[in-house]
Antibody, heavy 122, light 108 residues
Framework: QVQLQESGPGLVKPSQALSLTCTVS??????????WTWIRQPPGKGLEWMGY???????NYNPSLESRLSLSVDTSKSQFSLKLTSVTAADTAVYFC??????????????WGQGTLVTVSS | EVLLTQSPVTLSVSPGERATLSCRAS??????LAWYQHTPGQPPRLLIY???IRATGVPARFSGSGSGTEFTLTISSLQSEDFAVYYC??????????FGGGTKVEIK
């Protein structure tokens, strides 16, 4: 059974970069049918799709974050990562990594990590 | 960007009763809609995809219906573990993939 686990700092200063890593176990990251995805949830708010990375390194970002977001993948470690630059308090959120099942017509998130709270504060 | 509006925001239901949750899209998303259950402290769980297909291991009391702009998630007989927040998600017109604001199902 696939498991995903987020890791990274829980506190980031304003204007700095937020970096998180998701470690995948129980499944191959080098699969044609999966998009490795990041989603976040600000306190008291709904879910926001941030983007995905394919095992080949191709990416797709939420246009609202595209100028600040960078995703990467390390297949040798079964990990994928995000880097969000120039953070503000509005980036305080629980960050989830997830496995997105993809096909010609489908893209849904069939496994999620527990989530990790990142607070942006000085 | 496709906006998804979920209603009601909060639904108070007694255990054993039926719960009906709604998700409305700002434009047609065909049947490219998924539903998730989110219990505090747990990762969100996929319940339904393709608007009506139950994910692996999801109990039969969960059912999804609808197409185009109107969708419904029905829980036929609420169990204690079903009290949670439910989100819909569309994947017809993306990026970005979008989620609804959620419906909290609470114990009456």
């Amino acid at each position: 059974q696939v498991q995903l686990q987020e890791s990274g700092p829980g506190l980031v200063k304003p204007s700095q970069a937020l970096s998180l890593t998701c470690t995948v176990s129980g499944a191959l990251i080098r699969r044609d049918d999966y998009f490795w995805t990041w989603i976040r949830q600000p306190p008291g708010k709904g879910l926001e799709w941030m983007g995905y990375i394919y095992y080949s390194g191709s990416t797709n970002y939420n246009p609202s974050l595209e100028s600040r977001l960078s995703l990467s993948v390390d297949t040798s470690k079964s990990q994928f990562s995000l880097k969000l630059t120039s953070v503000t308090a509005a980036d305080t959120a629980v960050y989830f990594c997830a496995r997105g099942y993809r096909s010609n017509i489908e893209y849904y998130l069939d496994s999620w990590g527990q989530g990790t709270l990142v607070t942006v504060s000085s | 960007e496709v906006l998804l509006t979920q209603s009601p925001v909060t639904l108070s239901v007694s255990p054993g009763e039926r719960a009906t949750l709604s998700c409305r899209a700002s434009q047609s998303v065909s049947n490219s809609l998924a539903w998730y259950q989110h219990t505090p402290g747990q990762p969100p769980r996929l319940l339904i995809y393709g608007a009506s297909i139950r994910a692996t291991g999801v109990p039969a009391r969960f059912s999804g219906s609808g197409s185009g702009t109107e969708f419904t998630l029905t829980i036929s007989s609420l169990q204690s573990e079903d009290f949670a927040v439910y989100y819909c998600q569309q994947y017809e017109d993306w990026p970005p993939v979008t989620f609804g604001g959620g419906t909290k199902v609470e114990i009456k």
